[in-house]
């Protein structure tokens, strides 16, 4: 609530200057690679929905250099194990938006969304009150999820 109830500033696209404020667990950012990073979403669909993105500002795919789309790659996979290793889940939705039609909320910067699914995840709050219902805060799964990463080490 507190950030939703937050005045409504635009700070630019929040991939570009979330990591260059270097504020990672104020800002949810869980961790860095040289051309990538991986944060949780404030806005999340699910506890752990977590986001890929290159640090370069770009919305389109082709523009991105293999470089960047294989680091992207490994954080992806590396968000999978992470989120298996710290809530085991029964599955994941993996998949970017391309486009406003396509739900992105960003539309000039490619993120990618990793989403932890259980069984019975879908529940009447969403479709009767319009509610989506997290059991855990978000610095809550910040903080476990961090403290994963020490555990497994990063990429």
Request: proline share 4%; hydrophobic share 40%; with cysteine.
């Amino acid at each position: 609530m507190e950030y939703i109830e937050q005045a409504k500033v635009d700070k630019g696209c929040i991939f570009c200057t979330l990591p260059a404020e270097n504020k990672d667990k104020e800002n949810l950012i869980l961790c860095r690679a040289e051309r990538s990073f991986m944060m949780m979403n404030c806005f999340p669909y699910n506890n752990g929905h977590l986001m890929v993105a290159a640090y370069r500002h770009t919305a389109d795919m082709y523009a991105l250099e293999d470089c960047e789309l294989m680091e992207i790659n490994k954080l992806l996979r590396y968000a999978v194990r992470l989120l298996s290793a710290t809530m085991q889940p029964d599955g994941f939705n993996l998949g970017v938006n391309l486009g406003r039609t396509a739900g992105a909320g960003v539309l000039d910067h490619l993120h990618w969304h990793i989403v932890p699914r259980w069984n019975g995840d879908c529940n009447f709050m969403p479709v009767v009150a319009g509610t989506k219902v997290l059991p855990e805060s978000l610095q809550s799964t910040y903080d476990k999820l961090k403290e994963k990463i020490e555990e497994l080490g990063e990429l």
